[in-house]
């Protein structure tokens, strides 16, 4: 907890004011270097610039302790032209039924789910349009203030991002003979006699499992040699879902998302009670109460 910080800031100036949120943004800025995903050039008339911003959120565990602080620097994407700045967006996404069914087939096979993650996933889309960004605020190079950078890889924010990167790692999967899903486009699958290995992707998150450790072991090897990924171990937390994998059996909770909405309606320390409320309850209009979003 020493290494993070418990604010997390609302504006650019708010974050420069904390080492902490600095050192998160020059990680991210690294990221694009190490990606080769920009290059400085100087701003012409008849260039369409997109602007960008920060986005700035802290990463917390199932006891909402805060673990790790993540700033993004992404594109404002509502300003890119159709046509100009982007053409195809669609991206297939993985369904919450098809990572359901792949924990029980790994349960009904006796073999364990683990996780990885794609660093900075974006950055590895390859762009095919022409697309000129606006420096990072709080980053502008003190020699060239008024250039502007054009995108080799796709940045997030952007329409086509999502696409980009999926085109890109599907196509590094089937070259590694992995079979795509003919109804579920987000998972892949690779025979070799009696073994398979299923990896299930969504976005930068990727759940694989085999019924040879080997596979998986391969996997990793040629994943991390080709994209920049951090392991996570066993697959325990996945779009809101808490995981327990045991030999026999696996147990699914939501322990973190009701929380985390009990927090937001500032009822952490409600009274808890088997029914939310009785069937013969009439209310009435509470003329002194504070006034409610009802959009909420």
Excluded at 154 to 180: D, V
Excluded at 221 to 250: A, N, R, W
Aim: aromatic share 12%; net charge neutral.
């Amino acid at each position: 907890m020493a290494f993070v910080s418990i604010i997390e800031p609302k504006s650019i100036n708010e974050a420069l004011k904390d080492e902490h949120w600095i050192a998160v943004m020059h990680e991210e800025l690294n990221q694009f270097v190490r990606n080769d995903v920009w290059l400085l050039v100087p701003r012409t008339d008849h260039m369409n610039v997109i602007g960008t911003k920060w986005v700035f959120k802290n990463k917390s565990d199932d006891t909402r302790v805060i673990t790790r602080n993540k700033a993004r620097l992404v594109a404002k994407g509502y300003n890119q032209e159709e046509g100009i700045d982007y053409d195809k967006t669609f991206a297939p996404v993985a369904r919450l039924e098809v990572v359901r069914l792949l924990l029980a087939f790994s349960c009904m096979n006796g073999f364990k789910l683990f996780q990885m993650d794609v660093k900075s996933v974006f950055l590895n889309g390859i762009v095919n349009e022409e697309i000129f960004v606006s420096q990072p605020p709080g980053f502008e190079d003190h020699l060239y203030p008024k250039h502007v950078y054009k995108l080799k890889k796709a940045l997030y924010g952007l329409k086509q991002m999502p696409r980009q990167w999926y085109e890109r790692l599907s196509n590094f999967m089937l070259s590694h003979n992995y079979e795509r899903g003919k109804i579920e486009k987000t998972l892949f699958i690779k025979k070799s006699n009696f073994v398979v290995i299923m990896v299930q992707i969504y976005v930068d998150d990727i759940i694989f499992g085999s019924t040879n450790d080997k596979l998986c072991e391969e996997f990793v090897t040629v994943m991390q040699g080709e994209f920049e990924m951090s392991m996570m171990g066993e697959h325990s937390f996945f779009l809101g879902l808490h995981v327990k994998q045991s030999k026999k059996d696996i147990f699914l909770n939501q322990s973190k998302y009701w929380k985390d909405i009990l927090k937001r309606f500032e009822m952490e320390n409600c009274k808890e009670v088997s029914t939310q409320m009785p069937t013969n309850c009439y209310m009435d209009a509470d003329a002194v109460g504070v006034i409610m979003d009802q959009t909420i």
